[in-house]
């Protein structure tokens, strides 16, 4: 962990112990010169079906959670490359499939990942395709339904040539109804869920909080769950089975809490004037002197005393904290309070007290909070600042990869070596155009 008042965390800085082991995809530091950098060395992996090659690499990597285990991610848009890279970050051997053509990747979260560029819509790119996945524990696929069923790559035959696969499909609207086969993006998604009909100002239209509830909360994060539940349920079986994992259904169970809370009053106001949804003066944010905003989430009776004194506002000349009618008007004065100082002056006055109000941080400012850098929350690679992966494991944590994001087709042939295709083979594919190599060239 980053000492106080170190910059966030980079990659590669702090070594675990000095022994090697073996991981699929993972990398750990090695002392230099200059500083520290990655080691990598190529030794034979064993995932539960067959032997290949992966990286075996200094620290902790070889514990990680999901080392030997390897992922074959058809390439797609936000939430496929997500739940790809959060196998990536704790250990899963993630080999990204592109298509040939593309330039790059449009999905930037492709950290940890090796890519493969093949045409799938020629038979001999289908074929590639089925060999690979004859000796992979999981195949992610993010296109709408029947795609993978007309390039003859659905799972009943790919799971009748390997038993074992996890076949994860992650779709919009799922694999049937009526909106199965039609487009959409987050916010339609967000709202078929009904959640989008509970976000927004009162008396204004509902908004969208950015592309992150039903792409990667509904979408990515609920697909990993289910792979990983799928990859636990086959130690018991040995079996694979098919994932059905969508948006609009996955935005809808992560709002359990809201329907769950329907017939107990929280949200009995119209939109914006509920208790968690920004109507309540102790819930909500407010502008600063400075440009700057502060939030404010002080429910409970005993912050909300704390939250009051802090303002230097008397109790006795309030309404009671649950008067609803009185909200909009406690908004106004509170707001009028707020806006008399700055941000850093309310932090000086509610750091380190349960009044539950908080900076509200910009992207510039967050990896340098306190309180971030001294659990080392950022880390900082070759692309700049990003999240550690979370949540933290005590014996096998996540080691994110420190390397650049693929080429396009960087790992093509590497990887077609690891999966038993001969030179001949893979010169007679490229001759045809069904794969395409990509290796960075260096220029001196």
């Not at 407010?286 to 502060?294: P, V």
Request: aromatic letters at 8%.
């Amino acid at each position: 962990m980053p000492k106080k008042g170190k910059s966030p965390l980079r990659l590669g800085q702090e070594a675990g112990p000095e022994s090697a082991q073996c991981a699929d995809s993972g990398t750990a530091p090695r002392a230099s010169a200059g500083g520290t950098d990655r080691q990598e060395v190529k030794r034979p992996w064993r995932s539960g079906l067959y032997l290949g090659w992966g990286t075996c690499s200094l620290g902790h990597a070889g514990a990680m959670a999901l080392r030997g285990i390897s992922v074959l991610e058809l390439a797609g848009l936000g939430p496929g490359p997500y739940c790809g890279m959060v196998l990536a970050d704790f250990g899963a051997h993630v080999v990204r499939v592109d298509r040939l053509g593309d330039r790059r990747d449009l999905g930037v979260l492709a950290r940890g990942k090796r890519s493969l560029a093949v045409d799938l819509k020629q038979p001999q790119g289908a074929a590639v395709l089925r060999r690979l996945c004859a000796r992979t524990d999981v195949v992610l696929e993010p296109f709408r339904p029947g795609v993978m069923e007309k390039l003859q790559l659905g799972p009943e035959i790919l799971q009748k040539e390997n038993p074992k696969l996890i076949y994860a499909r992650l779709s919009g609207f799922g694999q049937s109804g009526r909106f199965s086969r039609v487009a959409g993006h987050d916010i339609n998604y967000l709202a078929l869920s009904g959640v989008l009909s509970k976000i927004g100002r009162n008396g204004e239209n509902p908004f969208p909080p950015l592309n992150l509830l039903a792409d990667f909360g509904g979408g990515g994060l609920m697909c990993t769950l289910g792979i990983l539940m799928a990859l636990f349920e086959r130690t018991r079986s040995g079996k694979g089975q098919v994932i059905d994992a969508n948006m609009v259904e996955g935005t809808a169970y992560l709002s359990s809490f809201l329907w769950k809370t329907q017939q107990i009053g929280l949200w009995d106001q119209p939109r914006g004037q509920n208790l968690l949804d920004g109507g309540a003066p102790f819930y909500t944010t407010y502008k600063t002197a400075d440009g700057g905003f502060m939030a404010v989430g002080a429910l409970e009776p005993q912050f909300y005393k704390l939250l009051i004194e802090g303002l230097g506002l008397r109790h006795d000349e309030l309404p009671p904290q649950m008067s609803v009618s009185d909200w909009p008007e406690m908004k106004k004065r509170f707001a009028d309070v707020f806006a008399r100082k700055t941000k850093a002056e309310w932090c000086q006055i509610f750091d380190g007290t349960d009044a539950c109000v908080t900076p509200v941080l910009t992207f510039e400012e967050v990896a340098h909070h306190d309180h971030n850098k001294e659990r080392g929350s950022f880390i900082t690679d070759e692309q700049g600042v990003s999240p550690r992966p979370v949540p933290l494991l005590s014996d096998t944590p996540a080691i994110p990869s420190s390397k650049r994001d693929p080429f396009v087709g960087e790992h093509t042939e590497e990887i077609l070596r690891e999966f038993g295709f001969s030179q001949v083979e893979i010169d007679q594919l490229a001759s045809d155009k069904v794969i395409k190599s990509n290796k960075p060239r260096a220029y001196l």
